[in-house]
Nanobody, 126 residues
Framework: QVQLVESGGGLVQAGGSLRLSCANS????????MAWFRQAPGKEREFVAA????????KFGDSVKGRFTISRDYTKSSVYLQMNSLKPEDTAVYYC???????????????????WGQGTQVTVSS
């Protein structure tokens, strides 16, 4: 059983920063790729960032490249999304996602991920 719990969302002014955390209580943490997606009201859930099991490969959505970074801490079974230079259009619910055990490479599609957290709200004011 894999359980993902996000935290760190909140309200921030444009230009500010937030760091989201995702704690994975699954039986293995280091054997699968992890990702962040987001969904704004009335829009499709979109890919934000992903990291391979080794941490050696990362991918980012075009809208966040150069502003967001993703990392993982094996000792804490956690994945982080550092968001800098936030814009009002970054406002959304952010979801942590995990691939199935053993699927180590990153995926860019929602269908690549089997496990999802409950989401954390990020609101960026102008």
């Amino acid at each position: 059983q894999v359980q993902l719990v996000e935290s760190g969302g909140g309200l921030v002014q444009a230009g500010g920063s937030l760091r989201l955390s995702c704690a994975n209580s699954g039986r293995t943490f280091s054997s699968n790729a992890m990702a962040w997606f987001r969904q704004a009201p009335g829009k499709e859930r979109e890919f934000v960032a992903a990291i391979s099991w080794s941490g050696g490969s990362t991918k980012f959505g075009d809208s966040v490249k150069g502003r967001f970074t993703i990392s993982r801490d094996y000792t804490k079974s956690s994945v982080y999304l550092q968001m800098n230079s936030l814009k009002p259009e970054d406002t959304a619910v952010y979801y942590c996602a995990a691939r199935r055990y053993g699927m180590a490479v990153v995926g860019l599609s929602k269908s690549d991920y089997a496990y999802w957290g409950q989401g954390t709200q990020v609101t960026v004011s102008s």
